[in-house]
């Protein structure tokens, strides 16, 4: 897992902002936020880190199963069946939502801790919601931080 870590955390924006359109990335993106910016924070936190792996993995199961079960229920009956996928599809919603509040948490509370310019949770909490444009600004600063070796 390391190895995926390191590797969302050293690419360039626009590879980021373009894997974005496959959904799974975007979730190992916060993952790797979090889990790289907690340890550069001395944060060790077992709680957090089982929320943290709960938000990531539940969202990739359901945008994996999400399509096989749609078309299971179009195959069998005459309908999509939309409202027993509902609650899933509203858990995996409030997973992305935690794990935005997370990252955005993470990523803030090391800037504050190196005394670097930032705009704070809730900036950083829209930025990283709104990746179509937080990823440019967001990306160079994770990518300049990582390459960082002394921290707090």
């Known amino acids: 897992m ?3 870590i390191t590797w969302f ?3 360039n924006a626009t590879t980021i902002f373009l894997l ?5 990335p975007q979730c190992l993106w916060y993952y790797s936020i979090v889990t790289e910016f907690d340890k550069k924070n001395k944060i060790d936190n077992n709680l957090k880190k089982a929320v943290i792996n709960f938000t990531t993995l539940y969202p990739i199961l359901y945008f994996v199963f ?11 009956s005459d309908r999509i069946g939309l409202e027993n996928i509902l609650q899933y ?3 995996a919603m409030f997973c992305v939502l935690i794990s935005l509040i997370l990252t955005a948490n ?5 800037e504050k801790n190196n005394k670097k310019e930032s705009f704070g949770n809730v900036g950083n909490f829209f930025l990283f ?3 179509i444009f937080g990823v440019w600004i967001l990306q ?3 990518n300049s931080y990582i390459e960082q070796k002394n921290t707090v």
């Open 9 to 11: 955390l050293k690419q």
């Open 89 to 91: 599809h509203f858990l």
């Open 2 to 4: 390391q190895n995926i």
């Open 66 to 76: 999400f399509p096989f079960y749609m078309i299971y229920n179009i195959m069998n």
């Open 140 to 142: 160079p600063k994770i």
């Open 129 to 131: 919601w709104f990746f």
């Open 20 to 24: 974005f359109f496959l959904g799974i």
């Open 106 to 110: 993470s990523f803030s509370t090391f």
